[in-house]
DNA sequence: GCGAAGTTAGATAGATCGGTCTATATAGGA
DNA sequence: TCCTATATAGACCGATCTATCTAACTTCGC
């Protein structure tokens, strides 16, 4: 069964989105690289604004499902560790060219407050996710330990595409160890 | 006396580009806020390309400015903290809304190789900059302190226009001391 | 007062933008 | 078989995009 005309657009534009920008991306060139009508794109969303919404949508569900799963197969007390470890393969695989919700944020602010708010959401989420690992792994004590480790990993979305990525990976991953660490042994 | 045609280009185009992005401003706009007319424009930049690394260029020099001005009042021996203080003096005074060369890489990365090499030196710069300063501070034995404190960096530049900034930027603060403590007794 | 440089106003170009419309074709299920 | 949903091709809309051109107007040093 193939995909439906509906995913293959929002693959296509979520690709598109992703490496060429928002603005920079017409709704025609979405269609002919979707092998696709225009019609058929105004038959299954309202308007650009609605198709990058639904793209933002989707893919901070497979972001998160990703985690996720990770997380369930994590060792009880190395959540935090998981979930980092995680978020790098998450780079790692399809955020080589940086976040796409930071992207997002940059290019809406100022042009829809709803695009704006979603992509600022999946942020919230994302750090909401690191309080509650954080909290699991009996490391609440130390006060904005998951913000702090929430900063690193924005680092690593822009460090990737700057430096080597699995350096930049290493990085995170050693800064997150650092800061566990000490939290645990402030702890004491 | 004035800011000259040319200038005032350059003013209004650095806010419009930051606060809306580069391919959702248009010539038009630039011209209108600067209350000067487009063949203006084209008499001192060659096309809308050249005014953007024009915009690039003026304010990673004014940053650098920033950054060398309070290393050179820097207590020797803390001239990294020195520097990670600027640069949240920067974000704070300039930067609210995030990195605009983070932003112009998102949105030139497949339009222009120009400009996106241009906003990637501008961060290798800082990041070279980081290391003569760690190195500076005698630091250098922990390898790849300073890409790490870089990376940090970047997560502030993110994190400022997420989550309010004092406490962003105390974050950041508090990592850079806990690298560098980390460092500095690693050493011993 | 003169000349040169910079600026203005505004027309013009061709491309592209997001979005709508209609008429035709092609499916699959009842 | 017929009905409904979906897709196609392509014309069309007004707006906007970057860029160019010409002709008239300021400004200012000499």
Redesign the pocket.
């Known amino acids: 069964m193939p995909a439906?005309?509906?995913d293959q657009l929002l693959a296509t534009a979520e690709r598109l989105f992703y490496e060429q920008g928002f603005?920079a991306?017409?709704?025609?060139?979405i269609v002919a690289a979707a092998?696709?009508?225009?019609?058929?794109l105004?038959?299954?969303f309202?308007?650009?604004?609605a198709l990058v919404a639904a793209v933002l949508t989707a893919r901070h569900r497979r972001f998160i499902a990703s985690l996720e799963a990770a997380m369930a197969a994590a060792v009880p007390g190395q959540e935090t560790l998981a979930l980092i470890e995680a978020h790098g393969d998450w780079l790692r695989s399809h955020s080589q060219h940086g976040c796409i919700m930071a992207k997002a944020m940059g290019e809406f602010a100022e042009h829809s407050a709803e695009l704006h708010a979603l992509a600022a959401a999946a942020k919230a989420d994302l750090l909401a996710r690191l309080e509650a690992a954080v909290a699991r792994d009996g490391l609440n004590h130390s006060p904005g330990l998951a913000r702090r480790l929430f900063m690193v990993l924005e680092g690593s979305n822009t460090a990737v595409a700057l430096l080597d990525t699995a350096t930049a990976l290493a990085d995170t991953r050693e800064l997150a160890d650092t800061l566990i660490t000490t939290a645990r042994s402030d702890a004491r």
Chains 1, 2 share one sequence.
């Open positions: 439906s005309k509906r603005h991306t017409g709704i025609d060139r092998g696709v009508v225009r019609m058929t105004y038959n299954h309202a308007s650009k604004e």
